[in-house]
């Protein structure tokens, strides 16, 4: 009786040292205000390793094959994963959140199944490659895109003045309309300029053809 409690208490080690590792893992997304964060990770470790030491511990003996528990966690992470990923306007958000929480499970696995290593250096290697790829590095980094409306009276030179400033070669949108006896041009473009209020007041007092310019990122 008292070496079965002893090894028991030895595989909750194992269940231990996956809460830690997930502990680590979500800290560093808790970090940088991601949809999951600690709990989540923490919780998605413990319960791979706990599944894991189950799966391996609870059956021997009996002629079950234990590896197919194991894989339900992948697909079950699937689950939680797609939970996780969102739009939000054009855009696709909770991705990387996503892979690292499927990722982490891979850690308590790993920590169930006694590859201690394994899990220790996955995690470090988890951490680390999510910290470089955040890293202020040109490498690394993710071009920005702004998307912007603007209003401007049709004249010699206005629109390609409004493409050099924007830094764009075309308009996404455009739209003509006439009033009085003037054409204004409604148009849509993106750029990956930075847009501070004080820079678009330089820009409409440079161009006084421009009569109005709208930011709409979400859109």
């Known amino acids: ?3 079965r409690v ?10 231990l040292l996956a809460a830690v590792l997930g502990f680590a893992i979500g800290f560093e ?8 964060g600690v709990k989540t990770h923490t919780i998605v470790c413990i319960g791979s390793a706990l599944i894991m030491v189950v799966s391996k511990y609870a059956f021997e003996g009996m002629s079950a094959d234990v590896s ?3 894989a339900q966690i992948v697909s079950g992470i699937g689950f939680l994963g797609a939970g996780i990923i969102m739009f939000r306007g054009q855009k696709m958000h909770g991705l990387t959140t996503a892979a690292g929480v499927w990722a982490t499970a891979g850690v308590g696995m790993a920590c169930g199944g006694e590859l201690y290593l394994v899990a220790v250096g996955a995690t470090v290697i988890l951490i680390g490659v ?10 690394f980094r993710t071009k920005k895109y702004f998307t912007v ?4 009276v049709q004249e010699d030179g206005a629109s390609a003045k409004i493409k050099e400033i924007f830094g764009v070669d075309r308009f996404n949108q455009l739209v003509i309309k006439r009033k009085e006896e003037q054409v204004y041009y409604s148009a849509t473009l ?3 300029k930075e847009l501070s209020s004080v820079h678009l007041d330089e820009i409409m007092n440079e161009c006084p053809f421009i ?3 709208e930011r709409c990122d979400d859109e």
């Open 1 to 3: 009786m008292l070496e």
């Open 6 to 15: 002893i090894f028991e208490l030895a595989k909750l080690l194992n269940v």
């Open 29 to 36: 997304r808790k970090m940088r205000f991601k949809e999951a």
């Open 68 to 70: 197919r528990i194991a």
């Open 130 to 139: 999510q910290c470089l790829m955040h890293s202020k590095l040109r490498l």
């Open 149 to 152: 409306k603007i209003l401007f």
């Open 190 to 192: 993106n750029t990956d």
């Open 211 to 213: 009569t109005s310019i």
